[in-house]
């Protein structure tokens, strides 16, 4: 979708001055303030600014002082996770070295 604006000259000016591109500048404006109100996802936001990688994205948000919501409890599930995920490694492993020594 395209959209037209009208900026007075004088806001134009110093915009302008800035050496901003104005049309990016409002697509920046209108997207992050979306996403600030989480109706938006990262990753929708990502394809409206037209950014390749996850990676791109943080450094937009982090240069415009927009910070990711995590919470203890996010914290303490991704702790869960990560345990799981290590026992389950630590249990393959233990089945492929019992294989090896059958094998072996």
Known sequence: MQVT???PDDVASVLQAQ????SRAALEAVGL???RQHRITAYRLRRMLGLGTRYE???FLKQHEV???YSTEDLDGDRETAERLWQGRQAEMAG???RERRAG
């Open 5 to 7: 604006l009208e900026i």
């Open 57 to 59: 994205l943080d450094g």
């Open 19 to 22: 050496g901003r591109d104005l």
């Open 33 to 35: 303030e979306t996403f």
């Open 67 to 69: 910070w990711l919501e």
């Open 96 to 98: 492929e070295a019992a």
